[in-house]
């Protein structure tokens, strides 16, 4: 996985998602940076697609989806996304509905992707 890969490396994979974009972070020293870099962009034009990996990422979203429901903050910031932007994608919570992550299946994450992870969506930072 790319997250052992990274991990062999000395470094450390993290993600998260918001209402504006989905950020994926290696930490790493900077001799290692090159792997890093060509470890990520792998992951996101090659990501695996297979049942193993999509009952993961379904896991994942209803994991966070579950700690969702259960932070003030972020269930009144719903309600008011909900409300001001009615009928947009805003209105949706980021980490989704668990009935509509069930209904998601390989061949649905693999267009999203496809759509959506493209050069002229990506930013790449260096720090």
């Known amino acids: 996985s790319t997250a052992q890969s990274v991990k062999n490396i000395g470094g450390e994979l993290t993600g998260s998602t918001g209402r504006e974009s989905t950020t994926y972070t290696i930490s790493c020293l900077k001799d290692n940076l090159p792997q890093a870099v ?3 962009s792998e992951a996101l034009q090659n990501g695996p697609t297979d049942k193993a990996v ?3 990422r379904q896991d994942i979203v209803k994991q966070k989806r579950a700690l969702w429901d ?3 903050e972020d269930i009144m910031m719903d309600y008011f996304y909900s409300a001001a932007y009615q009928g ?3 209105a949706l919570a980021p980490t989704g509905e668990i009935k509509s992550v069930k209904a998601l299946g390989a061949s649905d994450l693999e267009a999203f992707k496809n759509q959506y992870y493209v050069a002229r969506n990506s930013v790449v ?3």
């Open 38 to 40: 060509t470890l990520l």
């Open 54 to 56: 999509e009952d993961a």
């Open 70 to 72: 259960v932070v003030n």
């Open 88 to 90: 947009s994608g805003y």
């Open 125 to 127: 930072s260096v720090v």
